[in-house]
């Protein structure tokens, strides 16, 4: 089963506007850790927000937000104010267990969204 | 402060060579990741390593090793190189302080295996 699931291949926003990239997680680890990136065409990762699984509210960074829905195992990522610079590759990342746990640098990545923001 | 670099940019090689990625960590970060991204898909790990120790791998063949110099800095190594090798490597750094250990990530290696 996939761990990370991210439904939507490709998203188009209107510049100024909010959209909500989604991303589902499976595991039964009750210790974790989720994560938004953003993947330009350059290629580097650039890491923009992260939700502890202990967590009591939503982060949040800048225009980035995190619907941390804990009972659904979603973790779906708010852009608000859509800027042309946002067009870019999205991916959703977990990390599962304990620190200092063999697995616990890993990342588990989804397949990515593909967002376009029009002018 | 410098995030993660890595070198070479751009790699072309053939199958059955050898090819050496390197990467250095951002100051004061001790964890180096490498991660493998197939065009299309969302990066696959590969290694972990931590104060120079491998910490976890993937489900990767023996084809791939790695190592972590003193000075936290790491090389990603892979023999026999078949065509299927050709991705984009990722390195990543972190703490590994115990809190959310976020991992940063360079601006990776686009190898092509002809």
């Known amino acids: 089963a996939q761990k990370i699931t991210q439904t939507q291949p490709g998203m188009f926003v209107q510049e100024k506007e909010a959209v909500t990239l989604d991303c589902t997680y499976d595991t039964s680890d009750p210790s974790y850790g989720l994560f938004w990136y953003k993947q330009p065409s350059s290629g580097e990762m650039i890491f923009l927000i992260y939700q502890g699984s202990y967590d009591q509210q939503n982060a949040t960074e800048g225009r980035y937000s995190l619907n941390f829905q804990k009972a659904r195992k979603s973790a779906n990522l708010v852009i608000s104010a859509s800027q042309l610079g946002d067009s870019a590759m999205y991916f959703c990342a977990m990390r599962e267990g304990q620190a200092g746990g063999t697995s616990y640098g890993k990342l588990t990545f989804g397949q990515g969204t593909i967002l376009t923001v029009h002018p | 402060d410098a995030g993660v670099t890595q070198s070479p940019t751009h790699l072309i090689k053939t199958r059955g060579q050898q090819v050496t990625l390197r990467c250095s960590p951002i100051?004061?970060?001790?964890?180096v990741s490498w991660y493998q991204q197939v065009l299309g898909q969302g990066p696959q790990f590969i290694f972990q390593?931590?104060?120079?120790?491998?910490?976890g791998r993937g489900n990767f063949p023996d084809r791939f090793s790695a190592r972590q110099f003193p000075n936290y800095s790491s090389e990603l190594n892979v023999n026999a190189l078949l065509l299927g090798d050709s991705a984009l490597y990722l390195c990543?750094?972190?703490?590994?302080?115990?809190?959310?250990?976020?991992?940063?990530f360079g601006p990776g290696t686009r190898l092509l295996v002809l």
């Open positions: 390593y931590y104060e120079k120790e491998e910490r």
């Open positions: 100051s004061g970060h001790k964890s």
């Open positions: 990543a750094s972190s703490l590994v302080s115990g809190g959310p250990e976020t991992q940063y």
